[in-house]
């Protein structure tokens, strides 16, 4: 357990004791302006003062999670934390000086409580928290579906399902101050036509998703639903395609019971086919690390991976699964009666 105690410096201070690189990208995705040369103090500055003037930027960076951490710190009801349970929140609130933290003990800047308490608990602010988690949800879900998300064609998408009049640029905005806290990926600028990309992290091969993109341009991005893309997120890329519910109760029956590494094989097998991998490399992988040797075994996995490899969105076909894929083509080639002569 870390012990939490009241911090004595000024939330200038505390902003300060961040890391340089930490600060200079705040700085950036705050659009305030810096340099190689800048000193710490004089980032913090203005990240403090941009943050008290436009205290409603604090709604897009933090994730709710980050937000109700924050105030149970506040509030203080215990005076200690299991520190662990909360690296991700921490690490947020440690970015924008609200913490400090050393080895044994969590420092609660109060002077950021006294700037920022009211419009943090105002409603205005729960309903950005609350909008904001929602967007989070299914730019998250789009990003389980194609892997690397043209940002452009992610906001024609996102405008159409959630049924919004929201430009561009606020959707372009959002990533780029959002994204500070995501570890789920990184953004991409293509310098030719400074088109704006998101890319997943758990993608191998960003080239040769963009390659087969291009090998297609009249095949348009799968749409799927709103509640689609947030049940991906929810399910951390995964949900009840063909085959996962009955395939995981298999795995779980062969390792005993162990849900989290189920979990993990389930994952392994889901990333393979959705940057392509073939078919029999993944039966093969899968039998290794089940360590399965039965024959009859072997074809139940079998059975079970083509089942998952064809109904799964594949990143190089923008969120297809390749049923699908096969589908639109048999519905563009279909047979004509007649033609005898």
């Known amino acids: 357990m870390t012990q939490i105690q009241a911090s004595e410096k000024t939330y200038i201070e505390e902003l300060a004791t961040n890391q340089l690189r930490n600060l200079?990208?705040?700085?950036?995705?705050?659009?305030?302006?810096?340099?190689?040369?800048?000193?710490?103090?004089?980032m913090a500055k203005k990240i403090a003062n941009k943050l008290q003037d436009e205290p409603e930027l604090l709604g897009i960076m933090l994730q709710k999670?980050?937000?109700?951490?924050?105030?149970?710190?506040?509030?203080?009801?215990?005076?200690?934390?299991?520190?662990?349970?909360?690296?991700?929140?921490?690490?947020?609130?440690?970015?924008?000086?609200?913490?400090?933290?050393?080895?044994?003990?969590?420092?609660?800047?109060?002077?950021?409580?006294?700037?920022?308490?009211?419009?943090?608990?105002g409603h205005r602010m729960k309903s950005d928290i609350e909008k904001y988690t929602q967007w989070e949800k299914v730019i998250f879900g789009m990003l389980f579906s194609y892997g690397i998300l043209d940002i452009y064609y992610c906001y024609q998408i996102f405008k159409k399902i959630m049924n919004l009049d929201i430009t561009y640029d606020q959707m372009e905005e959002f990533f780029m101050i959002r994204i500070i806290f995501w570890?789920?990926?990184?953004?991409?600028?293509?310098?030719?036509?400074?088109?704006?990309?998101?890319?997943?992290?758990?993608?191998?091969?960003?080239?040769?998703?963009?390659?087969?993109?291009?090998?297609r341009p009249e095949l348009k991005f799968r749409e799927y639903t709103k509640d689609e893309y947030i049940n991906l997120a929810m399910g951390n890329g995964i949900i009840s395609w063909d085959g996962i519910p009955e395939f995981f109760s298999f795995v779980l029956d062969e390792i005993e019971d162990d849900r989290y590494k189920a979990m993990l094989i389930m994952k392994s097998i889901v990333l393979m086919v959705q940057n392509g991998s073939a078919y029999p490399d993944i039966?093969?992988?899968?039998?290794?690390?089940?360590?399965?040797?039965?024959?009859?075994?072997?074809?139940?996995?079998?059975?079970?991976?083509?089942?998952?490899?064809y109904s799964i969105p594949v990143y190089g076909q923008k969120g297809y699964s390749r049923n699908?894929?096969?589908d639109k083509h048999d519905r563009i080639f279909q047979v004509i009666d007649g033609g005898k002569c």
């Open 324 to 326: 699908e894929l096969k």
């Open 24 to 42: 200079m990208v705040i700085c950036e995705r705050l659009f305030l302006e810096f340099n190689e040369e800048s000193q710490a103090d004089e």
């Open 183 to 215: 570890n789920s990926g990184l953004m991409l600028r293509n310098q030719t036509d400074m088109r704006l990309f998101f890319a997943s992290r758990e993608v191998t091969n960003r080239n040769e998703i963009f390659d087969q993109w291009n090998q």
């Open 283 to 309: 039966v093969l992988q899968v039998i290794s690390l089940l360590d399965e040797e039965s024959r009859e075994k072997k074809q139940i996995i079998s059975d079970f991976v083509e089942r998952i490899y």
């Open 65 to 121: 999670e980050a937000v109700e951490c924050l105030f149970h710190l506040w509030d203080m009801e215990e005076s200690n934390i299991m520190k662990e349970s909360y690296l991700r929140e921490l690490q947020q609130l440690r970015y924008l000086g609200f913490i400090s933290m050393d080895e044994e003990t969590l420092f609660v800047n109060m002077e950021a409580k006294d700037i920022f308490f009211f419009s943090m608990k």
